[in-house]
């Protein structure tokens, strides 16, 4: 690979003395060392090979890091990370203590605002331009947002917000690839589809007008030419759409577009124009996910995020046969129990691949609802399904749960609503790093009235405890983590379990162990060692306050393990109710300290958080002592 403009172009400095007639030359080296970097080191992939011109051009046209680009749903700034300095260390991406897989402030000046959710860009780029205004700062501001971005609210907040405030130089970038993860779902993508097809409606009216005299003079063609015109429209939009007002200029911003967004010769001539341009800007730009890179054109959902692979070749499928995830158990328990419930529906916040809701959707499309990147109209419709006599299951992230507490709270709880939350990704996640981590809904959410949370310790358990709290006529979660589990058998069956009960797994001496969850197996492990008991407690709300008495009164120390953050979780739940019952024995709990997080390996991870069976044996060693 030989990529001589980008071997100079350290520092987007060196990019702007670059010709700018070599620009195409600079994008197409860049993409190339894209390609390499992340085959080798595997991470988000067709995103941003779709967003290399568009980065090219921002860092040619802007002076940054003075001048501030907002990167919304981070996973696409993997070319801005090559123009600013960090090129050399593309080998360490999303590796412990290497490159983060999204813009993160600690790591560069350029990285203007920390991300890992989405929509979150314009109004942090608005924020510091009234900032920077306020302080007489001639700083320009331009949020990118694309991947599904615009269609949440938090998007549009922030759209009604800049657009009354005349005065405020800002760029909004709508990176417009129809996709989020999975095809872009709702009403405004298909706005946007209308906006792109503008132009060629106006080639379409212009060869008709000059056709027209033609066609008269050949019997019967004008019929057929107008028939032709019709089944056209009907494709395009099959609504009439006003050509000179568009709905970001109803908003109050100045509207371009769309254009080419892998023309970087026109993106630098039309940022140029824009940056000139005072008072807020809307840029649209129609991009390709995976654009270069044919395997991820031809499949953008599937090379969303890669593993290490060879470019020449694409993925290379494993004939080992692995271990399903706790992904995939919830997604065929998902099935099952719609088999078994006509009242159960699926709902997802454009997460249809990553919480495994793909074959449900083939098994039941009316009962299966993506609602875009809207966490918390996703919760607040789950609850509306509920009241009229379904039963709904969210299907969500634990850290995305978090954007939507307000709705979990007052439009779930609050009613004593059936809504069940199948949390995934709880706990350490690895590689996507503290914006995905789940470290806090044990205790964000065990302050909620009416709640039932279970947290199962293996697969088998999984399924056990999903059956167990979707038959409960009340708000319930299982929060489980990500990956596989131990490999335990799972059944085909929908049996339930006592709520609010534990079950001991391994009997020893004075040391008890509360085990809840995923840290039930490193606590066996630990136990071994130690001769200690453990309990799986199954449920952290409500917890099983008799096995907490008969532990409590049969050992000298009651150890707590959970992968959540220690303050407010599972481990404080015990410690209220021996106060409570003035139990007193000396209590440990362990569990995520009261840090962020890094990405890695997530049992590097958690080795250094002392969550493993060392770390737990370790922690438990030095208290008794």
């Known amino acids: 690979m030989t990529t001589p403009l980008l071997d100079q172009i350290e520092f987007p400095a060196d990019l702007r003395q670059v010709a700018e007639a070599d620009l195409p030359q600079v994008a197409d080296e860049l993409r190339e060392f894209l390609l390499q970097s992340v085959c080798a080191t595997g991470g988000h992939f067709a995103s941003n090979l779709g967003a290399v011109e568009l980065t090219v051009a921002l860092h040619y046209v802007y002076n940054t890091p003075d001048d501030h680009l907002v990167w919304d749903v981070g996973h696409q700034s993997y070319p801005h990370k090559i123009l600013t300095g960090r090129k050399s260390r593309m080998g360490t991406m999303r590796q412990q203590h290497g490159l983060a897989g999204f813009p993160k402030r600690c790591e560069s000046e350029y990285d203007a605002f920390g991300v890992g959710h989405s929509s979150t860009s314009i109004?942090?780029?608005?924020?510091?331009?009234?900032?920077?205004?306020?302080?007489?700062?001639?700083?320009?501001?331009?949020?990118?947002?694309?991947?599904?971005?615009?269609?949440?609210?938090?998007?549009?907040?922030?759209?009604?917000?800049?657009?009354?405030?005349?005065?405020?130089?800002?760029?909004?970038?709508?990176?417009?690839?129809?996709?989020?993860?999975?095809?872009?779902?709702?009403?405004?993508?298909?706005?946007?589809?209308?906006?792109?097809?503008?132009?060629?409606?106006?080639?379409?009216?212009?060869?008709?007008?000059?056709?027209?005299?033609?066609?008269?003079?050949?019997?019967?063609?004008?019929?057929?030419?107008?028939?032709?015109?019709?089944?056209?429209?009907?494709?395009?939009?099959?609504?009439?759409?006003?050509?000179?007002?568009?709905?970001?200029?109803?908003?109050?911003?100045?509207?371009?577009?769309?254009?080419?967004?892998?023309?970087?010769?026109?993106?630098?001539?039309?940022?140029?124009?824009?940056?000139?341009?005072?008072?807020?800007?809307?840029?649209?730009?129609?991009?390709?996910?995976?654009?270069?890179?044919?395997?991820?054109?031809?499949?953008?959902?599937?090379?969303?995020?890669?593993?290490?692979?060879?470019?020449?070749?694409?993925?290379?499928?494993?004939?080992?046969?692995?271990?399903?995830?706790?992904?995939?158990?919830?997604?065929?328990?998902?099935?099952d129990q719609a088999a078994a419930d006509a009242r159960l529906v699926g709902i997802t916040p454009a997460m249809r691949e990553g919480s495994g809701l793909v074959e449900f959707e083939k098994r039941y499309p009316d009962r299966y609802f993506d609602v875009g990147i809207a966490e918390q109209h996703a919760v607040t419709f789950a609850g509306g399904i509920a009241c009229d006599g379904m039963k709904p299951v969210v299907a969500i992230y634990s850290t995305f749960l978090q954007r939507a507490y307000d709705q979990l709270v007052h439009d779930v709880a609050i009613q004593n609503l059936p809504v069940m939350f199948a949390i995934d990704r709880a706990g350490i996640v690895g590689a996507d790093g503290p914006t995905h981590a789940g470290a806090y809904d044990l205790s964000f959410m065990r302050c909620i009235p009416n709640m039932v949370i279970a947290a199962p310790s293996d697969e088998q358990e999984c399924r056990l405890l999903l059956s167990t709290c979707y038959q409960l006529?009340?708000?319930?979660?299982?929060?489980?983590?990500?990956?596989?589990?131990?490999?335990?058998?799972?059944?085909?069956?929908?049996?339930?379990?006592?709520?609010?009960?534990?079950?001991?797994?391994?009997?020893?001496?004075?040391?008890?162990?509360?085990?809840?969850?995923?840290?039930?197996?490193?606590?066996?492990?630990?136990?071994?060692?130690?001769?200690?008991?453990?309990?799986?407690?199954?449920?952290?709300?409500?917890?099983?306050?008799?096995?907490?008495?008969?532990?409590?009164?049969?050992?000298?120390?009651?150890?707590?393990?959970?992968?959540?953050?220690?303050?407010?979780?599972?481990?404080?739940?015990?410690?209220?109710?021996?106060?409570?019952?003035?139990?007193?024995?000396?209590?440990?709990?362990?569990?995520?300290?009261?840090?962020?997080?890094?990405?890695g390996d997530p049992s590097a991870i958690l080795a250094e958080l002392g969550l493993n069976a060392a770390g737990i044996e370790a922690s438990i060693r030095e208290f008794i002592s």
């Open 123 to 335: 109004g942090a780029a608005l924020g510091m331009q009234v900032a920077d205004q306020l302080q007489g700062k001639p700083n320009r501001h331009v949020a990118i947002i694309g991947d599904g971005a615009m269609t949440a609210g938090q998007a549009f907040e922030a759209l009604n917000n800049a657009g009354d405030m005349p005065n405020t130089n800002l760029l909004v970038i709508l990176n417009d690839n129809e996709m989020s993860i999975s095809p872009n779902v709702g009403a405004l993508p298909k706005y946007l589809a209308q906006s792109v097809m503008r132009d060629f409606k106006g080639l379409v009216k212009s060869a008709k007008s000059k056709s027209e005299k033609m066609l008269n003079k050949v019997p019967g063609m004008m019929d057929v030419a107008k028939k032709v015109e019709s089944k056209i429209k009907e494709a395009v939009d099959g609504s009439p759409l006003d050509p000179h007002v568009s709905l970001f200029e109803k908003f109050g911003f100045d509207y371009t577009g769309p254009i080419d967004g892998h023309d970087v010769a026109l993106l630098v001539k039309t940022l140029k124009q824009l940056r000139s341009q005072s008072g807020p800007q809307l840029l649209h730009i129609v991009t390709k996910k995976g654009n270069g890179y044919k395997l991820a054109e031809n499949d953008p959902v599937g090379f969303h995020a890669i593993s290490k692979m060879d470019p020449a070749v694409g993925p290379i499928k494993s004939t080992k046969v692995s271990k399903p995830t706790y992904t995939q158990i919830f997604g065929q328990w998902l099935c």
């Open 473 to 599: 006529n009340q708000p319930s979660a299982v929060r489980y983590p990500r990956g596989s589990g131990i490999g335990a058998e799972v059944g085909t069956d929908l049996h339930t379990v006592p709520v609010g009960k534990g079950v001991v797994r391994q009997q020893g001496e004075k040391i008890a162990i509360l085990a809840f969850g995923s840290m039930v197996q490193p606590s066996l492990q630990a136990a071994s060692v130690l001769n200690a008991t453990v309990a799986d407690m199954r449920f952290v709300k409500p917890l099983d306050e008799a096995l907490i008495s008969e532990l409590a009164a049969s050992h000298d120390y009651i150890i707590t393990v959970e992968e959540n953050a220690v303050q407010g979780g599972a481990g404080s739940a015990v410690l209220e109710y021996m106060a409570r019952q003035k139990i007193c024995k000396p209590v440990l709990n362990i569990g995520i300290a009261d840090v962020v997080t890094e990405h």
